[in-house]
């Protein structure tokens, strides 16, 4: 167990949807990513918040968004759903942001998202 | 071209054998690397961190970064039916703010 969780495990919607996906760091931890996995395209950075702010941006599409609240919990919004966003989404969490010396991602156990 | 490029495998050997994955990437500017396992249906964790070029050992696993080749691997010695998951190399440059680029990770079987 990582210490990082994430609500809810499997979320099955219909295209045009909007989800909110939930992620509780690591206690202490600061940083929060989101990861989109997919058998095509792998392991995709989506973005990172640290302390509340927004720090760093990957492949997130626009009908996404993310927020990091004052008790350090994150979530993930995703409007218009279509088929192709059916992914594992993953939360992780680490002590300090990403620039210079690595701190260890601990990744939670996902979201199953599957649009119909 | 992606960044980062890994074999999917699946890659199956008996037990008790060394295993070899690797990976290679684009980008040059890439100075930490790391390996990680994914069992199914769950997050990844790290296993392996190694800074710059060199090789880095822990218990059964060592890790070896080529920068002038932009070659990393993975050896797992003594192989267990255990260490049957996938195996994902990532990379980032320090040099800024963003994110692991992953590889699409190597799907392992250890034949007991």
């Known amino acids: 167990d990582s210490g990082v969780t994430q609500t809810p495990k499997h979320l099955i919607t219909a295209t045009g949807q909007r989800v909110t996906l939930r992620c509780s760091p690591r206690?202490?931890?600061?940083?929060v990513y989101w990861y989109q996995q997919s058998l095509d395209q792998g392991l995709q950075f989506l973005i990172q918040y640290y302390n509340g702010e927004e720090r760093a941006k990957g492949n997130i599409l626009e009908r996404f968004s993310a927020q990091q609240f004052p008790d350090l919990h994150s979530e993930l919004n995703l409007s218009s759903l279509e088929l192709g966003d059916s992914a594992l989404y993953f939360c992780?969490?680490?002590?300090?942001?990403?620039?210079?010396?690595?701190?260890?991602?601990?990744f939670g156990p996902g979201t199953r998202l599957t649009v119909l | 071209q992606k960044e980062v490029e890994q074999d999917p495998g699946p890659l199956s050997v008996p037990e008790g054998a060394i295993v070899s994955l690797n990976c290679t990437y684009s980008n040059s500017a890439f100075q930490y690397f790391m390996w990680y396992r994914q069992y199914s249906r769950k997050g990844p964790e790290l296993l392996m961190y190694?800074?710059?070029?060199g090789n880095k050992e822990d218990g059964r696993f060592t890790a070896q970064v080529d920068k002038s080749s932009k070659y990393i691997s993975l050896f797992i010695r003594d192989s267990q039916p255990s260490d049957s998951a996938t195996y994902l190399c990532?990379?980032?440059?320090?040099?800024?703010?963003?994110?692991?680029?992953f590889g699409k990770g190597t799907h392992l079987i250890i034949q007991p």
């Open positions: 206690s202490g931890d600061l940083s």
């Open positions: 190694t800074y710059s070029s």
């Open positions: 992780a969490s680490s002590v300090a942001p990403l620039g210079g010396p690595y701190n260890e991602q601990f």
């Open positions: 990532a990379m980032y440059s320090g040099g800024g703010a963003d994110g692991l680029t």
